[in-house]
Structure formats: structure tokens, C-alpha cells
């Protein structure tokens, strides 16, 4: 009766342990891409913080996802109207919409400056970076663009690349210039978030995009030294090495 006491309690212990590990670890919730949820991994990596990250199987050939499908029918996604990503922080907490989990953690980590005028400064360079990434979509050329034929597709993107980008990403580098503190830094001389979102929008765009991308922004001196140097943080540089590949 003894022993069976040491093992019973060994048991709970392994078990009331490992559900202390469980909520200790965020988790994000999102499709096997990187999409909208890699900016919230690129601030895991640099801010070399451990994570779950979970990931929903989409289906090559039909982009149909059964675990995704599951996830919306147990109530997994309600804070997120149904969509992914979701975070479930380490106290069980679920946050929904891809821009609040990366405020959210970019807060967390230490990346949104030191004062409420700070963290809007920091907040109004990422919202530019929102600003092109919106227009490109409603410039309408990618693949998933349905009601124009691939000539009109074609015209769209050449003047996306060729004029309104660049046009965009200057008006970008003025603002920038006003707020960096030193070359490799969007705000004062140090890391935030804002970095982040100018690297996302330079050099971790769709692959066919990126030699373009790279054309468009070739006057930004100021955001490609940014973009270089949140690319060549270790836990950033270590991530983009080993992320898994995906479709897009």
C-alpha cells in the first residue's frame, strides 16, 4: 500500500507538473504558412522567447484544412471570429486579429519604447508599412485576384513596382529619417517594432515579389539598413533559417 502511495503521488506530480509546463508556453494558432501570423514568429525569434507554434495542414491541391475546420467547431477561434491566428498566452488567455497579438507581444518584449508617445511613434511607422501592404492588395495583381484577366494583372503590378511603390516607400524613409536615432534603427537606437514591420514589408514579402520589392526600395538607404539589421539578429537570422517551408 506504501509503495502504490509513492507511485500514485509520483504520478500527480508528473501530471500537475506537466500541465504547469503547458500553461507557461503561449501558443499560436495558425495555417502551415507563413501568412498573416510570421510577423508574431519573427518577434518570438528576436525576442528569443520559447512558443508552441501550432499549425493548421492545408491541403495542396484543394487549400481544404480538416484540423482548421475542427479548431472553428470546438470554439478554439471565437476570439478571433472564427479565423486564424489566435494566441493563447501562458495564463490561457486567447487573443484574436494578427495585429493585436503582435502589439501585444511587441509590448510584452520590450519593443514599443518607453513612453506612451514612444509606442505611438513606433506604432505610426508600422501603420505605414500596413498602409503599402493594403495598397498592394488593392492594386490587385496577386494570384488570387479573380475579376481581372492575367494582361490587366500584368499592367497592375508594373505600375505597383515601377511607380506607386517606390512613390510610397520614400515617403516611408522621410518619416523615418525623423524619428531613427542611428543607421539600422527606425526609432532611437535600439530594436522595436517598427523595425520589424519595415523588414516584414522589405524582405519578407512572396517570394516572386521580393527581387521587385528590392528594385522599388533601392533609393530607401535608411529601410534597408533597418531591414538588414533586424535580419542579421541572431534569433531572427536562426528562425529564418529553419522556419519550415510553406506555400506562401
Known sequence: MKVLSILLFAVSTRATYAL????????????????AAETCRVIFALANQDYDDARYQIDPKTFASPAFLAAKENGDLKMNLNRAPVLVTSDGQTIGQSKAIER??????NLMGNTLEE??????????????????RAKG????????????????????FERDMPEMLLKIEDAVKETSGGS?????????????????????????????????????????????????????????????????
Open 104 to 109: 501585444y507581444l511587441a509590448k510584452k518584449f
Open 184 to 248: 539600422g534603427f527606425a526609432f532611437g537606437s535600439s530594436t522595436t517594432y517598427a523595425d520589424v514591420a519595415i523588414w516584414s514589408l522589405l524582405r519578407d514579402c512572396p517570394t516572386g515579389d521580393l527581387d521587385d520589392t528590392k528594385k522599388a526600395s533601392e533609393k530607401c538607404v535608411l529601410l534597408n539598413a533597418i531591414a538588414e539589421q533586424l535580419a542579421s539578429n541572431p534569433g531572427v537570422a536562426k528562425w529564418l533559417s529553419e522556419r519550415p517551408e510553406s506555400m506562401f
Open 119 to 136: 509606442e505611438a511613434m513606433i506604432d505610426c511607422i508600422a501603420e505605414h508599412c500596413r498602409d503599402v501592404k493594403d495598397a498592394a
Open 20 to 35: 504547469a509546463s503547458s500553461l507557461t508556453r503561449p501558443q499560436l494558432k495558425y495555417f502551415d504558412i507563413q501568412g
Open 141 to 160: 495583381f496577386s494570384r488570387f485576384t479573380k475579376n481581372k484577366t492575367d494582361e490587366e494583372k500584368a499592367e497592375a503590378r508594373k505600375e505597383w
